[in-house]
Structure formats: C-alpha cells, structure tokens
C-alpha cells in the first residue's frame, strides 16, 4: 500500500509540473541538481528573470537565476522548496504578468505573490525578501497582445504589493516608474524590443536599481 502511495504522490507531482509546461520542468530539475552554496542571492522569476546572466552583470558570485520563462505565481509557490532549501541570503522576486495574460484575476496574483513572500520568512527566516514591481509593458510594439494590454492591472498590483511591504517583512522595490515612458506608463522603447521583454539596456537599468540592495 505504501508502495502505491507513493506511486501516485509521484504521477501527482509529474502531472502538476506538466501543467507548467516541458521548460518549466527542464528548469525545475536542474535547479534541483544544481548544489546549494552558502550567502546565496537568488533572483526569483518568469522570463524576464531567466533572460538575464546575473551574476555577470552584477559581477558577484553568490547571485543565481531561479528564472523560469513562462513562469506564474502557481509555479513559483510549486517549486519554491528548492530556493528556500539553501536558507539564502536574498531573494529578488519578481513575477506577475505571465498570470495576467492567463487571465487570472488580480486578486489572485496579488494574494500569491504575498503568499510566496510569507513562505520564504517561514522556511528560511533570515532570508531577506524583495518584492520586485511588475514591469511596465508596451503594446506598441504588436506583440504579446495578452500581455502588453495590462497596464492599468499592473498599476494596482503593484500599489497593493507596495502597501503590503510597508507591515511585512518583506521591502518593496518600485522598478515601474524607472522603465517607464516619461509621459505614459508604457515601457519606455529604450529597454525592450517587443513590449514585454528587455534587451541589454534595459537589464543594465534594472541592475543599476538593485545594486544598492545587494
């Protein structure tokens, strides 16, 4: 009987990871092969996160991406045993726009991502959290049209996590007003090539921001 249990604990986990997608897997199992270090600073994430060499761009060792394309709030929470198991240092989150684009409402991707925040501090208390703002996106571009149409879903998410943070233990980190456009909230042209994604510039901006955090 054990022996089933087991089994089916196991075809349970396999059909939940599938849900997320094949890269999700190829990504999940990988970090779970790579060996913990000590101090570590893990950047936490979709696709924007995973586009990045962190660890060159910030010239610091310690820093390793825990970025997932395609990745939403769910899946976070689903692989977060692997990132708190090394009791990091900190921890840069930053994730939200691939569950808008699903559909999920607001207060569902609000809810989750303060949920993956509380389970960091409860798994790995001394770990340092950073809520990362939702980047803007810019529907100019005529791409990633489920994304690029949720500015004004952006906007809230990211007031309610910046209110959230200030009785959490948890510090929040406005990236949104520095990508984007000076006379709109759109994502500035400057950072990205098709909207929702960045190029060189942009991650250098992005570093820059976070640099004092580190």
Same mark, same amino acid.
């Not at 060792?61 to 708190?84: F, P």
């Not at 980047?135 to 049209?145: E, Y």
């Given at each position: ?58 010239? #610091? ?9 395609? &990745? ?40 989750? %991502? ?66 984007? #456009?000076?006379?709109? #909230? ?7 090539? &098709? ?14 921001? %976070?640099?004092?955090?580190?």
């Amino acid at each position: 009987m054990m022996g089933i249990m087991i089994l089916l604990t196991t075809v349970q986990g396999l059909a939940q990871e599938h849900r997320f997608g094949t890269y999700y897997q190829q990504r999940k199992t990988l970090f779970e092969k790579l060996p913990n270090t000590k101090k570590e600073i893990i950047f936490l994430g979709n696709s924007i996160t995973d586009g990045s060499e962190w660890s060159e761009l910030l010239q #610091n060792k310690r820093v390793k991406n825990r970025g997932i394309s395609g &990745d939403i709030t769910e899946g976070v929470l689903y692989r977060l045993e692997e990132v708190t198991e090394s009791k990091p240092a900190k921890v840069f989150l930053l994730i939200g726009v691939n569950d808008l684009a699903r559909g999920i409402s607001n207060d569902t991707i609000y809810a989750n %991502i303060c949920r993956i925040a509380q389970l960091i501090n409860e798994q790995s208390p001394k770990t340092k959290v950073y809520i990362q703002s939702i980047l803007p996106v810019n529907p100019d571009f005529g791409k990633f049209t489920g994304h690029c149409s949720k500015t004004d879903d952006i906007l809230w998410i990211n007031e309610q996590l910046a209110k959230w943070c200030e009785h959490e233990p948890a510090e929040f980190i406005d990236l949104f007003s520095h990508f984007k #456009n000076t006379t709109n #909230n759109l994502m500035n042209p400057s950072y990205t090539n &098709d909207g929702l994604h960045l190029t060189g510039e942009g991650y250098l901006l992005w570093a820059n921001i %976070i640099k004092q955090y580190l």
